[in-house]
Every structure is written in C-alpha cells, then in structure tokens.
C-alpha cells in the first residue's frame, strides 16, 4: 500500500478534528495547527512548544485528507531538524511512513529542485556541490590568475563576502564594482563574476548557488510553466525558524507560495520568534518576518505566549527587556507555573572577583543536588571564557566548552605559548617547531628537515642546530638571514625577562615578533576575536608573578583536562545556546561596549542594538528554574585596567522580579533612562557642551572639579570633568581615567 493511501485510511470515518494529538494542544497551539487555510503566522515564544505545534499541523493537513505528502513542502535551517520532523509525524500518523513528503533544508530542497532543471541555467543534472574548502580553494586560483595577494587578502574572507552577496540573491551583476569596497585590491565584484563563470565550466554550484539559480529560474517569463509547477504541486507550505531566513531564502519561498488562482489562497505558514531573531551578522534579516502581514495580506497572526519552560520571574524579566525594542511584533510570554526564585543580579570589582563569584554560585546549586550538566554559563564574546575555565579548574569543576576548544587550546593562543615557551626555555624543540615560520618568513618544512637532522646527528636540540647552521654556508643566504633574526630576537627576548614586567615583554614579544600585525592585517572573519584573545591572554599573566610561573600554571591547566564527563558545566555563547535550555543559566559580562557589543552598535546603530537585546532575550530564556546576571566594574584589557560600566540590559530588568546583591556603589538603579535609542549616551551628549561643577555620591560625598581623590588602583589624583556620577581625573601614576564617583575617595587637607 502506498503511504499516502495508508494515511487517508487511517484518517477515513474519522474527524480529523478530534484527533488525539489535538486535545493535549493549549487554544492558540490547537489554532495553530487547525487554521490550515490561508497565509498563517505562528509567533512561537520561547519555550512555548514551536516544534509541537509544527510537526502537528503537518500531521493534521495529512490526517485531513486535505494533501498528499507530495503536496506538502516543509523546510528546516538543519538536517537534524528534518530528520526529527519526519519521526514525529510518523509518529503522530501511528507510525506511517512519510517519504514522499518533500521535507528538508533550503539547500536540500533547493538541490532537489535544481538537479530536475539543471539545463535551464547550463548545467548538467549530475553538477557537483563545493564545500567550502573546494570555494576558498577555487578563489585563490582565480587571484593567483590576477596576480592579487591571497596572504593579504584571505580566500576564505573573499568567499565570505561573496556568500554574503548570494544570502542577498545578488549576482555579479546586480553589483556595481565599488561594492566590494578595497577587497581584493578593489576587484572582489570582478572576481565573484569570475568564480562563477568558472562554476558553470566545472558544472558546479556551492551551497548559495543552488537557490540562487532556482530563483533565476523560477523569474524568467520563458520558464513560466517550471515556477506553476510547483506553484500547483505545494498544496501546503511549512517554514520553521523564519525569523532566520535570509534574502534569497524569503524569495524563493514567496514565488513558490504565491497562488496563481486568485480562488485559492496561499497556504503557507512560518512559525519563528522576531524576538530570537539573532544571526543578523550572518545575514537573516528579522525583517522578512516583520512584514509578513504585508506580503500576504489577510494572514492570521497565532501568538503563542504561554512558556512550559521557565518560571515567572524569568519570563517576567526577558518581557521587561525585550519589549525595549521597537522593530518587533509584540508578545508578552507567561506561565500557569509558579513565580520561582527571583533573577539574581550581581555587581563585583572585576572579572576575577565575577569568576569566582559564579563557581561559589554553582558549587552551592550542585550541594543542594542540582546536576553540573544542567549549568551553563553564556557568554558574549569568546575571551570571556578564560577567567571561568581558571576559575572551575581551580574548583575541580567539571566543564567544556561548546561550540569552539578551549582558551588555551586555540590556535593563536597556542602559537602566543610556543614563543614565551621558546624564551624560557630555548631547547623546547617543539615550541620552537610551531612558531618558527608563524608569521611567514620563508622558512619551509624541508628546512625544518634539513635543521632537525643536523641536530639529531649531533645529538643537539632544534635551537642550537639553527646556531651552528647559520654559520656555515649550508643554508642559502635569504634563509640564513631570516633564521639569525629570529635567534636575535629569542636572545633579546630572553635578557629582557629579569629586568621587564612579564606583561609589557609578552606584548612586547607578539608585537616584535609581526604575530599581532599579522592577525590586525588579517580579513579572515575571526581575526578580530584572535586579537581579542591575544589580548585576554597577556592580562590573564597579571595574576602570576613573572613568566616562568605562568608557563607552568598553562602546562597544570593543560593536563587537568577531564574528557568532558558527563557531569560537566557548559561555557559557550549566547549564540550558541539558542535552542537549548538549562535549571540554571549564568550570563556574566552584562557591561556597556562588551553587551550590548560596541562593535555592533557601531556598525549597525539601532538595528546592531536590538539584535543585542534579542541576545540578552535569548540568554535569559534559557533558564528553567534560575537565572544569575553578573557585571564587573573593572576589566583589565591588554594589561591595564577599564572601567565599566553595567549593560543598559541590567536596567531594563524589571525590579519587582530581580534581586540585587552588588556591593555598595556598583550599580545605580535608573541608569537605562541615560541611554537614548540611538544607542548613544545622552549624559555623553550633554557633556560636550556642558560640564557638571559638582556631584553627590550615594554615600553622601560631593565632589567638585579640582578635588584630590584616591582611588584603590590608580592612587592619587585630581577631578578634572564631572559628568553625572563619572568622574574624569587626572591621575599620578595612572594617567587620565574614567571613574565612577563611588570608587574613590576624598582627600581632604
């Protein structure tokens, strides 16, 4: 029997409408699932069962006898979405089978399509798919061809912009040839037209190719009969995740859904969340969902708002922030649970005091019996992790981290070790090994080679091979050259260690050695968080009293490595979290410039800001049971001190459902009024022109310009601006500092 006969009857003499997977629905989960006519919206909260109500509806349209598998187009953003989808309606069906049903991710579904009209853009059925090594391998051929720098401008980075340019359904020639901006020497648009006229001679397509080209297809007049094909055949469009979808997705799925009998109503329904619209930086664009009224007038709108996940507290507090936000639909989620604990919101010195605050938090949930493997600490950028690893090794905690290796397992900070390494001790063969042509200096693996058996033969390590080689004529002379340099700069290095802070020489060290400038010329996509964990690293060395000691604290830390048991904490981004969910979410760092991002909001204003609060919403609703914010008011950055400033996000928390447990005068409740909705700070604004004479603190001090003051970490010094409770002074030994007027004290003569 075939599948779509086994479900019609299964469903014949039966109301589909009192189906059993129907009544277990709440009301608007069970309008969700039985408005099948027409354009539907489903504006799915977190936690409110999103993936319940979709695999349901689909199985309701099959047990409705209104489509046959075939008829249906469901698409997911990943395979193991599908896949679960698939289960389920089986499931649902009494465990019918479902093949027939056209049910995948864009790029499978668009592959599907392309491989049945493959001729229509010149290409055969049988064209092959790129990964993304065969697209940075392709571009650095075609830059070789043009003679452009592929060390100063990476492939990767290239092929980067160009999926950018697809994710918008932009071909070369959309593009005018200043779009690309300086890239690739100011030829990138020429290039991209160049990639892809070498795509089609190799009868290829990468990954944005395959809907690009249906989307060709499906707009060209003369292949009108290709788009009412599938226009006829989709009784029923599902969409998970729409808030996602970028350009050329939401196009391909409008000229699939729009109706050619103007009887017949587009049946299409998404299902996402505009306040998780987060991966605006890879280009979904939550517009697409904004407007979806717009493109399909008459649509129905299902909110669903009631969460089984978190408590009261916690879904009052992400409705405080996120409806801070003005480009959203709006929803307020809630709960038929209990309130629970109230968020805690914590205020400490600095990001030491934040790590060891956080590890007291945890080791007291897991004496109370709460499972190490349902914690997770959510941070905003990838430096954050290396004060929490410290600190849970330290514990003997259990942790990994998700999404990415380790802080002392990353490239960049395992080359930054091998040079200290090398300095402290010169016979470390491998250290040496490691770094010997990072950054390139023309030194290749065969004379590694030749240097390793001269040494083996005299019984010497790979430092002193290079010492006697580079005074001989064996090596060629450019060779020899960049190989007595390296050398004189190691012995430089190492005479400087007894007379220099470790800081300033392991600075010093990354900025002689061209290792910082070749992450700073870098247009690799990652190379800002590099430099960001360069910088992480030489600050984390203050704790320790000179290098020798910090080395040894990296090797202790290395082999405490546990393997990821199973009852291990989670360390990963607020990106990667979304879709998980914990019993207690700990979310640090929650300081102006660092969340929201400064970069962000510098490169996107508003719109950069309220992708920063769908951010803060997402991390917050991970947390069924509590939810602990943390801020420090201090950061040390590149080895000396920054004073911070606590997020906007903490303000916005409503105070009915928060507890503050920060010390005196580290956090002023009201402080979000300061901030207008450019992002900008009004207090900074006003300042320009007018300068405060005076301010009281909390405690009751009034400072005006020209007071002595003494600070914990700056000493002595001079207030030289007032700007509300910051105050500018010049210090003796610290220079020009920013500080909150709390932090300091007055001298009085």
């Given amino acids: 029997m075939h599948t779509a006969e086994k479900i019609h009857d299964q469903a014949s003499g039966t109301n589909a409408m009192d189906a059993p997977y129907l009544t277990s629905l709440n009301e608007p989960q069970r309008a969700a699932v039985s408005q099948t006519e027409g354009p539907v919206l489903v504006l799915a909260g977190a936690g409110t069962g999103k993936t319940r109500v979709l695999t349901t509806r689909l199985a309701h349209i099959l047990r409705s006898n209104k489509a046959f598998p075939g008829e249906v187009l469901a698409v997911t953003f990943t395979n193991k979405a599908a896949q679960e989808m698939k289960e389920r309606v089986s499931h649902l069906l009494g465990g019918a089978p479902v093949d027939g049903m ?23 059925s049988n064209f092959t798919i790129l990964d993304p090594d065969d697209q940075n391998r392709l571009m650095k051929q075609l830059m070789e061809n043009e003679g452009i720098d592929h060390k100063k401008w990476a492939p990767k980075a290239m092929i980067a912009m160009v999926d950018r340019w697809k994710d918008k359904g932009q071909r070369p020639q959309d593009l005018s040839a200043d ?77 699939m859904a729009k109706s050619t009998d103007p009887e017949r109503p587009s049946n299409i329904c998404c299902v996402g969340d505009d306040d998780q619209s987060i991966y605006g930086w890879r280009g979904a664009e939550v517009g697409n969902i904004l407007k979806f009224e717009k493109d399909f007038p008459g649509a129905t709108i299902v909110r669903l708002e009631e969460n089984y996940r978190s408590t009261g507290h916690i879904l009052a507090a992400a409705n405080g922030v996120i409806r801070n936000n003005e480009g959203r639909l709006g929803k307020s989620l809630f709960t038929s649970g209990d309130h629970g604990d109230k968020l805690i919101v914590r205020g400490l010195w600095d990001g ?22 349902q914690m997770a600490v959510l941070i905003r950028a990838g430096f954050q992790t290396r004060e929490f690893e410290e600190r849970f090794i330290k514990l003997g905690l259990s942790y990994k981290v998700i999404g990415g290796p380790r802080f002392y397992e990353r490239m960049e900070i395992r080359d930054a070790l091998a040079y200290f390494r090398v300095i402290a001790q010169p016979a470390d063969d491998l250290a040496l090994e490691r770094i010997i042509n990072t950054p390139k200096r023309g030194i290749g693996a065969s004379t590694v080679q030749t240097l390793y058996a001269y040494g083996r033969s005299k ?45 300033d020489l392991a600075a010093q ?57 199973a009852e291990s904490i989670s360390i990963m ?63 040390r950055m590149y080895g000396s001190w920054v004073n911070a400033i606590p997020s906007r996000f903490v303000d916005e928390l ?72 910051k105050l500018d002074i010049a210090f003796n030994r610290g220079g020009k500092k920013r500080v909150m007027d709390s932090f300091v004290e007055k001298i009085t003569e």
Wanted: charged content about 30%; aromatic content about 8%; glycine content about 8%.
């Fill in 102 to 124: 056209w049910l995948g991710t864009f790029h499978a579904l668009a592959a599907r399509m392309l491989r049945r009209h493959a001729e229509l853009v010149g290409l055969n």
């Fill in 179 to 255: 779009e690309g901006g300086e890239a690739a020497g100011g030829r990138l648009v020429a290039l991209y037209g160049q990639y892809q006229q070498r795509l089609r001679v190799l009868n290829a397509c990468d990954f944005g190719e395959l809907l690009l080209h249906m989307i060709t297809i499906f707009r060209d007049p003369q292949n009108a009969d290709v788009l009412g094909e599938y226009q006829r055949r989709f009784k029923y469009i599902l969409v998970d995740e729409y808030q996602d979808t970028n350009v050329a997705q939401y196009m391909w799925l409008r000229l």
């Fill in 352 to 373: 030491e005091a934040e790590a060891r605050w956080v590890g007291e938090e945890i080791e007291q949930l897991q004496n109370k019996g709460w499972s190490l493997s």
């Fill in 459 to 503: 019984g010497i390590s790979l430092h002193d091979a290079i010492m006697d080689l580079t005074q001989t004529d064996e090596l060629k002379p450019k060779m020899k050259a960049s190989l007595m340099k390296l050398l004189d700069d190691f012995i430089r290095w190492r005479d400087q260690m007894g007379v220099m802070k470790h800081t």
């Fill in 509 to 565: 060290v990354l900025d002689e050695s061209g290792y910082m400038a070749m992450w700073q010329s870098s247009k690799e996509v990652d190379a800002p968080g590099r430099l960001e964990n360069l910088k992480e690293l030489i600050a984390g060395m203050e704790e320790f009293e000179n290098m020798a000691e910090f080395l040894e604290h990296i090797a202790l830390v290395m082999e405490n490595r546990d393997g990821h048991k």
């Fill in 573 to 635: 981004t607020l990106h990667a979290a979304k879709g998980l969910e914990f019993d207690a979410v700990f979310l640090p760092g929650w300081e102006e410039g660092l969340f929201p991002s400064q970069r962000s909001m510098d490169e996107s204003g508003l719109r950069g800001l309220e992708e920063e609060r769908r951010l803060a919403y997402v991390g917050i609703t991970r947390a069924r049971k509590r939810s602990f914010i943390s801020f420090a008011a201090n950061r």
């Fill in 654 to 725: 409503p105070k009915d459902h928060v507890e503050v447990q920060s010390d005196q005068g580290l956090y002023n409740a009201g402080r979000s009024t300061h901030w207008d909705s450019s992002g900008s700070s009004v207090a900074s604004r006003r300042s320009a022109t007018v300068t405060d004479r005076k301010v009281v603190s909390e405690n009751g001090t009034e400072f005006s310009r020209g007071d002595k003051v003494f600070h914990d970490k700056f000493g002595d010094g001079v207030i030289i601006n007032i700007d509300g409770h």
